[in-house]
């Protein structure tokens, strides 16, 4: 369904006071900004940035959904004939070859992260994401490969999400040396293939699409 003129401005707004919160968040620091001062800047009122994002760790992980549903978002569309692990894989090693930002290959990730190290409430926002994206792919694994008995659908969420979490973590150690993106890319594709040779047979071999 198209998207309607008043959804478009709500996303419009909503992004703006994101994207406005960040410069500030960037240039001073998470803590000393304010909520008043980011609604003066963005020309909208207090309640108005609280309507868009409930807490002020939203304004700057404001992607945080996204993040949540990412793997699961994978394991959902593989194809017939591809398992959960070897999705997950694949999607991992498009967006690192892509040197796509949702990985953290982009100039200026060293200071999008000292932001984030510098604020206990941002770190812990960031814990309580990836918990929930663990979560969030559990709960997919056992909707996708059926009932499984024992706790294979918990084990496998828990290796698919170390996987994920090693490389962004050693994108993020690299990034933060500011180094070129081409270069921690080449590396990063590296890392994915052995932390895969890591990866035992049930959890590459888990929840193979069959034909429906």
């Not at 699961?72 to 040197?99: F, I, N, T, Y």
């Not at 999008?112 to 709960?139: N, Y």
Request: proline residues 4%; contains cysteine; glycine residues 8%.
């Amino acid at each position: 369904m198209a998207e309607g003129l008043r959804e478009r401005k709500k996303r419009q707004t909503k992004q703006r006071i994101s994207d406005i919160a960040t410069g500030l968040f960037l240039e001073h620091g998470f803590v000393t900004v304010t909520i008043a001062e980011i609604a003066d800047a963005a020309d909208v009122s207090v309640n108005t940035v609280y309507n868009y994002f409930p807490a002020k760790e939203d304004l700057f992980l404001d992607r945080g959904a996204e993040v949540v549903d990412r793997l699961s978002r994978w394991v959902r569309g593989r194809p017939v004939g591809e398992s959960c692990a070897a999705a997950v894989l694949r999607e991992l090693r498009a967006q690192v070859e892509g040197v796509s930002p949702a990985v953290g290959l982009f100039e200026g990730y060293a200071d999008f992260m000292k932001v984030i190290t510098d604020s206990p409430a941002l770190r812990s926002r960031l814990w309580a994401i990836q918990q929930e994206s663990l979560a969030d792919l559990e709960t997919t694994l056992r909707a996708e490969a059926g009932p499984v008995p024992g706790r294979l659908p918990e084990l496998v969420a828990g290796q698919l999400n170390w996987v994920n979490a090693t490389v962004f973590g050693w994108i993020g150690e690299e990034m933060s040396k500011r180094r070129p993106t081409d270069e921690v890319s080449r590396e990063a594709l590296d890392l994915i293939d052995e932390t895969e040779e890591l990866l035992g047979e049930k959890v590459l071999n888990y929840g193979i699409r069959t034909a429906t």
